[in-house]
């Protein structure tokens, strides 16, 4: 079992970076494949970003590759996404997830383990 909690998120002008965390609690972090999601207003969540259980393979979304970066410290047990040049349609609530499975996947339906969500608004 693993219970996840991110933070990080808040407003943020056009242009600007932000830095999100996710601590993970329980002893399967580092076996673990982890991901970022998102889910704006009247959308459906989508994939952000993904890494295996080492940290030494990632993907991403089209809509953020190149912008985004999603990283991970197995000795703290946290997951980050560095997020550059946000704009206005990366505004939404950001989820953290956590798969049993050691590798880094787009679908939402290999991961186990979710947090309850950062907002994220990028506003003028």
């Known amino acids: 079992q693993i219970q996840l909690v991110e933070s990080g998120g808040g407003l943020v002008q056009p242009g600007g970076s932000l830095r999100l965390s996710c601590a993970a609690s329980?002893?399967?972090?580092?076996?673990?494949?982890m991901g970022w999601f998102r889910q704006a207003q009247g959308k459906e969540r989508e994939f952000v970003a993904g890494?295996?259980?080492?940290?030494?393979?990632?993907n991403y979304a089209n809509s953020v590759k190149g912008r985004f970066t999603i990283s991970r410290d197995n000795s703290e047990n946290t997951v980050y996404l560095q997020m550059n040049s946000l704009n206005s349609e990366d505004t939404a609530v950001y989820y953290c997830?956590?798969?049993?499975?050691?590798?880094?996947?787009?679908?939402?339906?290999?991961?186990?383990?979710w947090g309850q969500g950062t907002q994220v608004t990028v506003s003028s």
């Open positions: 997830a956590a798969s049993d499975r050691p590798i880094a996947t787009s679908s939402p339906t290999q991961y186990d383990y």
């Open positions: 329980g002893r399967t972090f580092s076996r673990c494949g």
């Open positions: 890494i295996n259980w080492s940290g030494g393979f990632s």
